[in-house]
């Protein structure tokens, strides 16, 4: 088709975040974009702010610095904090690229920035007229997603007892770490749960779960029939899967991106809010938004 959009969207480490811009290109695809995903793999000089970094490349390896070059495109979607440089850098080597930003950016550079799309629950930053506001994160959990997803990984699944619980485990958190008080609490109330309906689990942790907290939740869980998927494994991950196949739901509370996706789902979720764990944020997503519209 002539005469598309071209959409860089800038790709980090950062699966919550890139699930997010995954999803809305998976809708603006629909649309006849053409779509570039340019993938940033950065440098410990990343970590300086972003009044520091500016808009130039600072931060980056060479090889990621080589791949940002003309033909520019339309569009740039900067993903977290630490992408924004680079968004605007493109900006300023071809000032027609409108940028479109997903979470808070930060206060360096808002101005140039066309759109920024905020969950609900940042509304305490200070508004600035590029802000549109969602609720949740935007995910690619869609009705043919999980279609396709059940297809695959039933017959996987098939010979677990029903019903199925799928178990989605995050971790620590800026400044706050998951404890193992916090691990076992999730895992005796996980224990409780299927007591009390039976049937198995589908499991699976995050790098930000830990070693040891993953460790004493699955000793803990070792007598329930599960499907896992461990941080480190090295097979084909099953996390669509898990979601479309569950009967219902348990998600830590410490990822909007992981929450937002399970209630994608239609199916009944509870969510684990832990002790001293989840910042004032969090709460405000799960109680304000999220449990108001997801009972």
């Given at each position: 088709?002539?005469?598309?959009?071209?959409?860089?969207?800038?790709i980090d480490n950062r699966m919550g975040s890139v699930g997010q811009a995954r999803g809305i290109a998976q809708q603006l695809n629909e649309a006849h974009f053409e779509i570039i995903e340019k993938k940033l793999d950065y440098t410990k000089l990343s970590g300086l702010p972003n009044f520091v970094r500016s808009n130039t490349l600072l931060g980056l390896t060479s090889e990621t610095k080589q791949s940002l070059k003309a033909p520019w495109p339309d569009m740039v979607m900067s993903i977290s904090r630490r992408t924004v440089p680079v968004a605007r850098y493109i900006k300023k080597k071809n000032p027609e690229t409108k940028l479109i930003q997903l979470m808070y950016p930060g206060e360096t550079?808002?101005?140039?920035?066309?759109?920024?799309?905020?969950?609900?629950?940042?509304?305490?930053?200070?508004?600035?007229?590029?802000?549109?506001?969602?609720?949740?994160?935007?995910?690619?959990?869609?009705?043919?997603?999980?279609?396709?997803?059940?297809?695959?990984?039933?017959?996987?699944?098939?010979?677990?007892?029903?019903?199925?619980?799928?178990?989605?485990?995050?971790?620590a958190i800026k400044k706050r770490a998951f404890t193992l008080e916090n691990a076992k609490e999730l895992a005796e109330k996980i224990l409780k749960a299927k007591k009390?309906?039976?049937?198995?689990?589908?499991?699976?942790?995050?790098?930000?779960?830990?070693?040891?907290?993953?460790?004493?939740?699955?000793?803990?869980?070792?007598?329930?029939?599960?499907?896992?998927?461990?941080?480190g494994d090295k097979n084909e991950n099953p996390y669509l899967g898990y979601l479309a196949c569950a009967d219902n739901i348990i998600v830590t509370g410490d990822s909007v991106s992981m929450c937002s996706e399970a209630?994608?789902?239609?199916?009944?979720?509870?969510?684990?809010?832990?002790?001293?764990?989840?910042?004032?944020?969090?709460?405000?997503?799960?109680?304000?938004?999220?449990?108001?519209?997801?009972?």
């Open positions: 088709m002539a005469n598309k959009k071209v959409l860089w969207i800038l550079g808002l101005n140039e920035f066309s759109l920024v799309l905020l969950p609900e629950h940042d509304k305490d930053k200070p508004y600035h007229k590029s802000f549109r506001y969602l609720i949740g994160a935007p995910h690619r959990v869609t009705p043919s997603v999980l279609s396709e997803a059940k297809e695959k990984w039933a017959p996987v699944f098939k010979d677990l007892p029903r019903p199925l619980t799928a178990v989605i485990v995050g971790g009390k309906l039976g049937g198995s689990i589908l499991i699976t942790t995050s790098r930000r779960t830990g070693q040891k907290a993953q460790d004493l939740i699955m000793e803990t869980l070792k007598d329930i029939p599960a499907h896992t998927f461990l941080w209630c994608g789902t239609g199916k009944p979720v509870l969510v684990f809010e832990g002790n001293d764990w989840l910042t004032k944020k969090h709460y405000r997503f799960v109680h304000a938004n999220l449990s108001r519209r997801h009972p």
